[in-house]
T-cell receptor
Framework: GAGVSQSPSNKVTEKGKDVELRCDPI?????LYWYRQSLGQGLEFLIY????????KSGLPSDRFSAERTGGSVSTLTIQRTQQEDSAVYLC????????????FGAGSRLTVL | QKEVEQDPGPLSVPEGAIVSLNCTYS??????FMWYRQYSRKGPELLMY????GNKEDGRFTAQVDKSSKYISLFIRDSQPSDSATYLC?????????FGAGTILRVKS
């Protein structure tokens, strides 16, 4: 596609429910990243994919968070048993892995946990 | 101590002013230095990136890197109300991009 697409754009859920956030990167981009942005905070790295592998998942805050990527394209970030502190904007970005790490971001999925 | 420090502002300037945005960092392993602009409820978009120390100019924007001082800057000349946004510095080491907290800029007409 022309850009990075994320869905849903907004998600309101109740504490304890599971949520899935989807990212469709730019076609041909081999690298895919998930970041989290809380109100007034910078971007917090969550996980990095190269193809379908995740060589760096050091930013996932707990074992309630997981992510997968299939076909070297679409990625899904899953948060199980959501907590109020999970409320944030979840941003996905992709890169052609040119070495400069120039990322193109999607508009984000805004998650609110009540 | 955070790897990348950035004053969150907000920074408020009149239209036409020169704006200076800055970040400091502690890890000398950073290789590439970038500036992203983020409008409200949008994803960050890349403005500029540089590799070496020195200046890089693109229209009204100039990025400056001083590796010896571990300090980077973004200058905006003739600032416009449309420049009002959050500006995030970012630095890469390997495959990881580390962001500053972002500076909120408001340009008043």
């Amino acid at each position: 596609g022309a850009g990075v697409s994320q869905s849903p754009s907004n998600k309101v859920t109740e504490k304890g429910k599971d949520v899935e956030l989807r990212c469709d990167p730019i076609s041909g981009h081999t690298a895919l990243y998930w970041y989290r942005q809380s109100l007034g905070q910078g971007l917090e790295f969550l996980i990095y994919f190269q193809g379908n592998s995740a060589p760096d998942k050091s930013g996932l805050p707990s074992d309630r968070f997981s992510a997968e990527r299939t076909g070297g394209s679409v990625s899904t970030l899953t948060i199980q048993r959501t907590q109020q502190e999970d409320s944030a904007v979840y941003l996905c970005a992709s890169s052609s892995d040119s070495g400069a790490n120039v990322l193109t971001f999607g508009a984000g999925s805004r998650l609110t946990v009540l | 101590q955070k790897e990348v420090e950035q004053d969150p502002g907000p920074l408020s300037v009149p239209e036409g002013a020169i704006v200076s945005l800055n970040c400091t960092y502690s890890n000398s392993a950073f290789q590439y230095f970038m500036w992203y602009r983020q409008y409200s409820r949008k994803g960050p978009e890349l403005l500029m990136y540089t590799y070496s120390s020195g200046n890089k100019e693109d229209g009204r924007f100039t990025a400056q890197v001083d590796k010896s001082s571990k300090y980077i800057s973004l200058f905006i000349r003739d600032s416009q109300p449309s420049d009002s946004a959050t500006y995030l510095c970012a630095m890469s080491r390997g495959n990881k991009l580390v962001f500053g907290a972002g500076t909120i800029l408001r340009v008043k007409s």
